[in-house]
């Protein structure tokens, strides 16, 4: 499938939908602490997004069984929402979508549960810095790799490992569009940036160099017992005058 370039009007409609989906993130983020449980989370969201006129983006896709992807600890990504709660010094990634007026947003963050370790502050504030070193690349006439390498060089810097298996995406019409989005890779490569493109640009990060893998659900990504993984996301539009990232409140429009 070819990268869809976006008209004025349908980057309007993809804003609203952002900052849609930026107030459910803020609504689980006021509910987000030790004691609850993911999968009260995860009904949090999905009333929060109906309320709101809007469809979960990843219940039923793919069969994946719920509105939120909760991964704790060691799960990178696709975590499924339980009934056992989240407890002191545990780090919860949440990656959450929807669909509004035909068009999805996409977005992610790693909250720590009360007191953590330093390391994991350390990593959680890492992974979010990577997103914005990335964001300074998303200009037209740069190209993918660029995004892709200013992520991994930071991450690397910081003594940290950037997560090979899962990738960003353009995204639309469809939750997953062309191109593919990595966290690593060289300047200079990739397809070139475009005024109108879409892209979900999420560095994933774990503290140890790990092999990724998916357990016997079929969703659950693990880095491995005794390692973390932090995880952040937003839905960002290349424009001429630069990148605007949709996913945050106050970008309707």
Known sequence: MAIQIKSPEELARMAEAGRLLAEVMAELERHVAPGVTTAELDRIARRAIESRGAKPAFLGYQGFPATICASTNEVVVHGIPSDKPLKEGDLLSVDVGLFYKGFAADMAKTFAIGEVSEEAKRLIRTTEEAFWK?????????????????????????????????????????????????????????????????????????????????????????????????HYEHTVAITEEGPRVLTRVGEEG
């Open 134 to 230: 990335g964001l300074e690349e998303a200009v037209p006439g740069k190209r993918v790799g660029d995004i892709a390498a200013a992520i991994q060089r930071h991450v690397e810097d910081a003594g940290f490992w950037v997560v090979r298996e899962f990738v960003g995406h353009g995204i639309g019409r469809e939750f997953h569009e062309e191109p593919q989005v990595p966290n690593f890779g060289r300047p200079g490569t990739g397809p070139k940036l475009r005024p109108g493109m879409v892209l979900a640009i999420e560095p994933m990060v774990t503290l140890y160099p790990a092999h990724v893998v998916v357990l016997q659900d079929g969703w659950t990504a693990s880095a491995g017992k005794g390692n973390l993984a932090a």
